[in-house]
């Protein structure tokens, strides 16, 4: 579960919200966002909708709604209204105030991919793996051919799977 505690300004446009977002998820990438709320669909692809500004919807504590960022991969959020305070008349500046789990990285295939990811992790499919290691130890024998086999393997071993020349 990944949560995000963030404070923006009422007054601030939806394509603004989604650039929060974004920067908040690290991610640099622009494929689009929708979001649902009171029953209303809107997203980047209209124009009519890009100047809509958060204090239109007059959200409530506690009131939720749906943003989806990459229309491409359908990434969902669900954004819950935890407070409402006065802020500064000339504040424009939204700031992250908490949270905890690591954003999903940007171009990993959605949320199916990012489960396939973390399930691939699980299993410990990296280059510890012995298969994998191998693979790499035939590799670096082809680009270093004056070293022998036993050298690059006991190399990879003793550096983490790694190459160190001695």
């Known amino acids: 579960m990944i949560i995000r505690l963030i404070s923006v300004p009422d007054h601030l446009e939806l394509p603004k919200f989604h650039d929060v977002m974004r920067a908040i998820l690290g991610w640099h990438g622009d494929l689009g966002y929708i979001i649902r709320i009171h029953g209303q669909e809107l997203n980047s692809f209209r124009r009519k909708t890009r100047h809509i500004a958060l204090h239109k919807f007059k959200l409530h504590r506690q009131e939720k709604f749906l943003y989806i960022c990459d229309t491409l991969h359908i990434w969902e959020w669900d954004v819950r209204v935890v407070d409402i305070q006065e802020g500064a008349e000339d504040d424009r500046t939204a700031v992250c105030l908490g949270g905890r789990g690591a954003a999903p990285p940007e171009f990993c295939g959605g949320p199916t991919g990012y489960r396939l990811m973390l399930k691939r992790q699980r299993r410990e499919a990296t280059l510890c793996n012995a298969g994998l290691r191998e693979a790499g130890i035939q590799l670096l024998g082809e680009v270093c051919p004056e070293e022998s086999a036993g ?15 001695h």
Do not use: E, F, I, T
Request: glycine residues 20%; aromatic residues 6%; hydrophobic residues 25%.
């Open 151 to 165: 050298d690059l393997g006991s190399a990879a071993d003793h550096a983490g799977g790694r190459y160190s020349k």
